[in-house]
């Protein structure tokens, strides 16, 4: 067995980030990578800010305290908005790899069809899913309080 | 079934108990103004009952009456492993992705389980030291 070769990657960030003509699947590819990410740095931080309620409501308050103010509600804010998006782009994808909603195997004959366009109502229904937590996420935050 | 596929399995499967555990927590702690669930924040309706101001989720009270419940402490620690498993597995995906030398491979893995066990471990103890600190008051 011949040995898998290194190659470069020639594209670089660019190979993720941009859509290309690929269609929004492909903006929904690189939305869930940059949400994944940051929802991972804001929890390893969270774990460490979080713990402070084992010392007590004296270190709680501090701890809170210190994260507080306009901005980290913006923050915390963006940090929900990420968990909207990729928690229903997550479900579509779950959904798609475990072999749901990509319709029958057909022929490959010219001209050939994609396979997109089975998937799209899908792609459509996470995004109007995530629009909904997101609306209910931002009347909670910023209206109802 | 090859390591890769095992793990990238936990991955997904990760992502569901995360989505119904994170999806409770969100619940709880950004959608409580719209959605009441009376359970999640315990000590905000008792506060409301007996003529107290409004309570946040993340006031003292909430927190030591969260805290002091076995159910929180099972699905905290729960949701902790999950999302430290899938976020950093994740991760390292990325960076394997973009075919990296194969010690940087080795490095990010290396240091995603080291950082891994380390916050499970302190998450850990963070949850039943607050447990049984909320129990004692
Ligand atoms: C809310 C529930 C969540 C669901 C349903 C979910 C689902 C998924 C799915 C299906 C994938 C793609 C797996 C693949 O295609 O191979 C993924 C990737 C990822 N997730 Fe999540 N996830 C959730 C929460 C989280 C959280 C809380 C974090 C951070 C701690 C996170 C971090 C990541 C990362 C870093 C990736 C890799 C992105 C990539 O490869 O482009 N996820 N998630």
Redesign the pocket.
């Known amino acids: 067995m011949s040995d898998t070769k290194h190659h470069p990657n020639r594209l670089g960030l660019w190979g993720?980030l941009g859509g290309g003509r690929w269609g929004m699947e492909r903006y929904l590819?690189a939305l869930?990578?940059v949400t994944?990410?940051g929802?991972?740095a804001y929890?390893l931080l969270h774990i460490v800010v979080t713990s402070s309620r084992a010392f007590g409501a004296d270190r709680w308050k501090t701890a809170m305290d210190a994260v507080t103010g306009p901005l980290f509600k913006f923050g915390e804010y963006l940090v929900f908005v990420a968990?909207a998006f990729?928690?229903a782009?997550?479900?579509r994808?779950?959904l798609l790899?475990l072999g749901f909603a990509v319709g029958e195997p057909i022929e490959p004959v010219y001209p050939y069809r994609t396979s997109v366009h089975v998937q799209r109502p899908l792609a459509i229904g996470a995004l109007a899913l995530a629009a909904v937590l997101v609306a209910i996420g931002t009347a909670s935050m910023w209206l109802v309080d | 079934m090859i390591r890769d596929q095992k793990l990238?399995t936990w991955?997904?499967l990760a992502?569901?108990v995360?989505?119904v555990l994170?999806?409770l927590h969100m619940l709880t702690m950004h959608m409580e103004g719209v959605v009441k669930l009376e359970g999640l924040n315990p000590a905000s309706a008792a506060n409301e009952a007996q003529g107290g101001g409004k309570l946040q989720p993340i006031d003292w009270a909430n927190v030591k009456a969260r805290s002091a419940k076995v159910f929180y402490l099972v699905t905290y620690i729960l949701l902790l492993g999950a999302?430290?498993f899938?976020?950093l597995y994740?991760?390292t995906?990325?960076v394997h992705?973009a075919n990296p030398p194969r010690w940087l491979h080795k490095t990010v893995s290396a240091l995603a389980v080291v950082v891994g066990l380390g916050l499970f471990a302190f998450g850990t103890w963070a949850a039943i030291a607050a447990f049984l600190l909320a129990k004692a008051l």
């Open positions: 993720w590819y869930h990578r994944g990410l929802l991972l929890f968990f990729h928690a782009n997550g479900i994808l779950a790899e | 990238w991955h997904i992502g569901a995360i989505l994170l999806g999302a430290l899938h976020g994740g991760a995906n990325v992705e």
